[in-house]
């Protein structure tokens, strides 16, 4: 019979027995035409036909029962029976589907964050044919000279080459942000993305001296001009500069990087547009490009592999960066392109947290494993509750297999029910975590739409729980043997066995929620110290202002002038107690590092004489809250004259160990030519600059305005007594006194501070989270067994203290016996705990993965648990009226 | 149906009858089945129908036989069946067990 017969009949039963009735009808006149053939009367002939027939009813089931799958349509019956039995009990099936529905919804949301971050596919045709470009040392970014060297060599007209950015929308004042991309013109054609409004970028759009064109998203269209047809040839700011808007790009797409939604593309030609200097499109060193292709749908990727390959050295030989030094121009030049698969494009959100997420799953799923237990033992008490029941249908002849079906039945449909709760839940689960992932200035686009995989991966979810918590207690209940049960007379006979699996199921609760519980400490006490460290500056209390002065188009020493008035006019503001300028601020995601020498040191290599570096004013270590320990603060003429340096105490120790570095010389090395001579005049005290978790790092403060200026923007530091946030207004006003055409973006450092925490705050709030369900979980089975225990030891009680037994001496008998499952469980999940908890040794600051203290302080927090869930049926037993008891026997 | 009836089929045997007369006949439907049954053992063997069809979908569910939908001698819509290979390698084999137990049945019977 072929499979779609059989799956025809699966879902068609009626269709099913319409067939067997058919045939059956069939037999029927032929048998009545034989008989009429020997003389009967045709009414007559029929009903002897059927009467031979024997009972159709049973005939046309036996013969669907062997009827190929005709076992699922009788599973539909076990279905309704399942229906009715949970039906008749809603406080057994609501617990058992909301454990199981959060359970199942804990599981799926995290997935579903999986796979939005980690395995889904870019929404684009064909995705798996994406190819991104590396180099062989595996690193993905490239110059535009070199992109440009592979865009024109032939047969390369399916790769493209894509820069995440961010554009201001403002024209001056405070930014506008918006997530923006440069682009190859090559890119949608190559991508087979369409427009929904206009056109997209084409070659053509990409050229050498191309006037300012760009896509936007249609999210982006809707905002701003309320919807993608009016979008088309408005004019947007960027940077400062006008550019046109040609199209709309589909929805749905959202750029070659996972978790941005990107809202502008602007071809790479027109970076020269809102640039400050010239052709800067054949600058060597800026590596700000990925490259991507599609590669030919019949060729391998080693086949496009060794093509790239092919390419490569022509392209790098003509565009060798000239500033290196002649060792770095030569490896440079046998640098060889490859590719890798790039179906899921990109994604920074992806390598971060890759790790943390796998952590979260393995932790919900150890919920769910925990839930599925409560479950099991509710189906366990429940088993032995209809032990009767069943007993009766095994004694009419009821088959042991049909009954551990039925039972299975029961259980599926549970978890199938928590399956629909969890998926509910997970929806609005999965949204609330995203939250965890953005901040303010950065906010996190993941498509969390229901695709196929998180569906199957809830649907497997529900099917393994089922089959884990309804084994056991269906093999169990089909083990029933009918005398004995029905003798009985539904007392309720239990062996002991079920009893001593419910406390193995218990103790094993305890032992997986102890080692949550433990890894949740861990996580937790790892992010209170992250939270709680001094990092060598204080985090309350500062504004952190950007001025970007890109679009006035002053000259260099302009900018450098008012650079200097403005930090005059914000020191002299109302409720600023300090003020300061840098290049960078600490945590802010951009760091500088050269590397230095120091007459005396002899580094064992270029990393080892490679120190942090930042730019700064006077008054900027006060500002920041850094003490200076040795020397002097830079003065408003550092840097003017004769250069100087401060040093952190790091730096000192590594580079003038045992003695002062005060009065020392430093200079910075490059590859062309040796840096001028700085003198040392001042130690600072150690303070974080790239991350909260790092070591201390050696780290060289010059002054401000000493050497070459870097630049068109500046950080301001305003420390105030107020909330931080109130100066805003008043430094707006001062930026824009000096020019309306200079941009601000404004934070605090505080929040700054706290984004770069994300990771283990989300780690520490989720793993608390979890551990507290576990532990709820794990309570409420311990409460179960020891009340289910007294309940069955009522009469045993009951004589006991007939017999004059002191209650005290009942309540520490039940208290005892509930102690010795919480023990076996905790001893259980120290060793687990011991053994598991260095998975997290990555994530974990300032504790070892063995913290003995978060150990203890996790089984105490059980134990205690575990007394209190068991003191309530333990006095209850011990106030049993011992006549009651007794009558009742 | 629970009266008792002379000559049912011993239990296990029916689906050999089935398969021999699939064999010797091709193509045929339950109730040709039936009447070749009765008519080969001349009246001594009845199939009870109650029997055939759950057995016939049983040998068709195990790819002994093969079914499909045709119309009878009097153009009734009727399903036939048909032996498969494997049917007939069974049949082989069935027919040698039998052979073996009616053989020991004889010689049992004739020594006691």
């Known amino acids: ?57 049973t005939m046309r089931e036996n013969t669907r029962e062997v ?53 889904r596919a870019l929404p684009i045709e064909r995705s798996e044919e994406l190819v991104r470009v590396v180099n062989t040392g595996g690193n993905g970014d490239f110059t535009n000279p070199i992109w440009e060297g592979l865009r024109d060599t032939p047969g390369m007209e399916s790769y493209f080459a894509y820069g995440s950015t961010g554009f201001n929308l403002a024209t001056g004042g405070e930014v506008r942000n918006a997530s923006g991309a440069w682009v190859s013109g090559s890119m949608f054609p190559a991508l087979r993305v369409r427009p929904v409004a206009g056109r997209l970028l084409e070659p053509s759009d990409d050229r050498r001296g191309c006037s300012g064109v760009a896509v936007v998203s249609e999210g982006f269209a809707a905002r701003e001009f309320g919807g993608a047809a009016n979008a088309v040839g408005q004019k947007v700011t960027l940077q400062g500069k006008p550019f046109e808007l040609i199209g709309v790009v589909e929805p749905g797409f959202f750029g070659m990087e996972v978790g941005e939604q990107t809202a502008i593309y602007a071809p790479i030609c027109s970076i020269q547009l809102v640039a400050s200097e010239p052709n800067v499109l054949d600058r060597r060193s800026r590596w700000f490009l990925s490259v991507y292709g599609r590669r030919h749908p019949e060729n391998g990727l080693e086949a496009e592999q060794a093509l790239l390959k092919r390419v490569s050295p022509p392209i790098f030989a003509a565009t060798i960066p000239p500033n290196w030094s002649p060792a770095d121009q ?208 204080r985090r309350e209390g500062v504004l952190l202002v950007s001025m970007n002065l890109a679009n006035t188009g002053w000259p260099e020493p302009q900018r450098r002038a008012t650079h200097r008035q403005i930090l005059d006019r914000l020191r002299d503001m109302p409720g600023v107690k300090q003020a300061g300028a840098s290049y960078t601020t600490p945590l802010s995601n951009s760091s500088w590092n050269d590397r230095i020498a120091v007459p005396g ?230 060793a687990t705990a011991l053994g598991t908890t260095r998975l997290l040794t990555s994530f974990l600051y300032g504790l070892t993965a063995t913290d003995i203290r978060t150990l203890a302080l996790s089984a105490v927090l059980l134990a205690g648990a575990a007394i209190a869930a068991s003191l309530l049926p333990a006095w209850r037993a011990a106030s049993l009226d011992p006549t009651e008891t007794l009558r009742e026997e | 149906m629970s009266s008792p009836r002379r000559n049912d089929i011993l239990q296990g045997t029916l689906a050999l009858l089935v398969l021999k007369s699939l064999a010797s006949r091709g193509k045929l439907h339950g109730y040709a089945i039936t009447a070749y049954i009765q008519h080969a053992s001349e009246e001594l063997l009845r199939v009870e129908e109650g029997s055939l069809y759950p057995a016939l979908h049983r040998m068709e569910q195990d790819g002994l036989v093969k079914a499909e939908w045709g119309t009878s001698e009097k153009n009734r819509p009727a399903r036939f069946y048909a032996l498969t290979a494997a049917g007939k390698r069974r049949l082989a084999q069935e027919q040698e067990q039998w052979d073996r137990l009616t053989e020991g049945v004889r010689r049992v019977l004739q020594y006691a």
């Open chain 1, 1 to 57: 019979m072929s499979w779609s017969r059989r799956l025809r009949n699966l879902f068609r039963p009626e269709g099913l027995s319409h067939d067997i009735d058919r045939e059956m009808a069939f037999h029927l006149s032929e048998k009545a035409d034989e008989l009429e053939a020997r003389g009967m009367s045709r009414p007559d002939a029929e009903r002897e036909a059927r009467k031979r027939f024997g009972h159709r009813g």
């Open chain 1, 330 to 537: 030569k490896e440079y030049e046998t640098m060889l392109l490859t590719v890798q698969d790039a179906a899921g494009g990109f994604s920074g959100l992806r390598s971060t947290y890759k790790d943390a997420l796998f952590v979260l799953l393995v932790v919900v799923a150890t919920v769910l494993v925990i839930g599925c237990a409560n479950v099991a033992n509710l189906l366990l008490a429940r088993a032995a509750a209809r032990q009767h029941e069943l007993a009766v249908r095994l004694a009419i002849g009821a088959g042991r297999w049909r009954l551990v079906r039925q039972m299975l039945t029961e259980s599926l449909m549970l978890a199938f029910a928590g399956g629909i709760a969890g998926l509910l839940f997970a929806r609005w689960a999965s949204a609330l975590l995203v939250r965890f992932f953005s901040t303010r200035r950065d906010a996190v686009f993941l498509d969390l739409t229901l695709d196929g995989r998180v569906l199957l991966f809830s649907i497997a979810a529900a099917f393994l729980t089922g089959l884990l918590f309804g084994l056991i207690p269906a093999w169990r209940a089909s083990r029933v043997d009918p005398q004995s049960a029905m003798k009985a007379q539904g007392r309720g006979v239990t062996r002991g066995s079920r009893f001593a699996l419910g406390r193995a199921l218990v103790a094993g609760q305890v032992a997986l929620s102890l080692v949550l519980i433990v890894a949740a400490g861990l996580l937790m006490g790892s992010f209170r110290k992250l939270v709680t460290m001094d990092p060598g500056f």
């Open chain 1, 67 to 119: 009827d190929v799958l005709g076992w699922l349509e009788s599973l539909v019956a076990d279905a309704r029976y399942a229906f009715r039995a949970l039906r008749a009990n809603p406080g057994f099936t609501t617990v058992a589907v909301l454990s199981l529905g959060l359970g199942i919804g804990a599981n799926t949301a995290i997935f579903s964050l999986v796979n939005a971050v980690i395995l």
């Open chain 1, 601 to 830: 040191y002899a580094p064992s290599s270029g990393r080892d004489s490679t120190v942090m570096f930042n730019a700064v004013s006077e008054g900027w270590f006060a500002t920041m809250g850094t003490d200076l320990v040795a020397g002097r603060d830079f003065g408003p003429a550092d840097g003017t004259g004769a250069q100087v340096v401060v040093v952190n105490e790091t730096l000192a120790k590594k580079f003038f160990p045992g003695e002062s570095p005060l009065g020392r010389i430093v200079t910075v090395v490059t590859s062309d030519k040796p840096g001028p001579p700085m003198e040392v005049i001042g130690v600072v005290r150690d303070a974080k600059y790239q991350a909260l978790r790092e070591e201390n790092q050696p780290t060289a403060y010059v002054p401000i305005d000493q050497g070459e200026w870097w630049g068109t923007w500046i950080e301001y530091q305003l420390r105030s007594d107020a909330t931080p946030a109130a100066l805003i207004p008043l430094v707006k006003s001062i930026a824009a006194d000096m020019s309306p055409a200079i941009t601000l973006e404004f934070n605090t450092f505080e929040e700054q501070v706290s984004a770069s925490l994300r990771r283990p705050r989300l780690l520490a709030t989720l793993s608390g989270f979890f551990a507290a369900l576990a532990l709820t979980l794990a309570v409420i089975g311990l409460y179960g067994t020891v009340a289910y225990g007294v309940a069955r030891r009522r009469s045993e009680i009951g004589v006991r203290l007939a017999l004059g037994a002191a209650r005290g001496r009942v309540l520490r008998m039940v208290l005892a016996d509930a102690g010795r499952l919480a023990l076996v469980g905790i001893v259980a999940g120290v």
